[in-house]
C-alpha cells in the first residue's frame, strides 16, 4: 500500500516538471493543488500512522512498538534525505536559477518520499519475515 | 564487539504451545511485533519485555539477556 502511494507520488512529480511551463494555467494550479493534497494526507498518514475509519484499538495495534521504530527511522532518513537535497539545490542554483516554488517542492517531495518508501521497506521487511 | 539484546522467546513461546498470534494477543500486539523481536530484528522496549515476559509468565531476565 505505502509503495503504491509512494509510486503514485513520485510519478505525479514527473508530469509536473514535465510541464512546468504551464504552472501558471488552470491546469497547473490543478497539479499544484493535487500534490499539495497529496502530500499533507501522505504526511499526516505518516505521523498518524493511518488507520483513521478504524476504531481506537484497531488503530492502537497497528501502532504498535515496532511500527512506530518503522516510523521513526522513516522520519530520520526523510529528515536526511531533505537536508541533501537542499544542500543539491543550493549547489545547483549557483550555477542554475531554481525557483523558490521549485525549491519548496523538490525538499517537501524528496522528504515525503524517502520516508514513506524507508518506513514501507521496514514494514514489508517485517510482514515478510512473519 | 557490539552488544545485542538475545532471548529466549520462541523456546518459551513453543514449550508452552502458543503461536506468535496468541502471544501477540496476550500482549496486545501484532504478530509482526512478536516475530521480528524473536528474530533479534527488532529490540524491544523495557515495556514490551516486562510484557512478554509476564505473558509467558517467566522473569525477564530469563527471557531476555545481553550478547557480547
Redesign the interface.
Known sequence: MLFVLAAVFLSQQATYFSGRHDLASPAGHVKIAAWLVLSIVLLLMLATGGGWFRSAGVR???N????R?HRRAGFVSGFWAACLAAIVIYAVDLFEPISGHDTVHIILTVAIATAMLTFGRL?R???R?? | MPERLANGLKEKRTELGLT?AELAERV??????V??VE?G??T??AL?AIKLARALSVPVEKLFWIER
Open positions: 492502537a495495534l497497528l504498535d512498538e515496532t511500527t521504530e514494514e521487511r517485517a510482514h519475515d512473519a | 506468535q496486545g500486539v501484532t504478530r509482526k511485533t516475530n521480528t528474530n530484528v527488532f524491544p522496549s514490551l
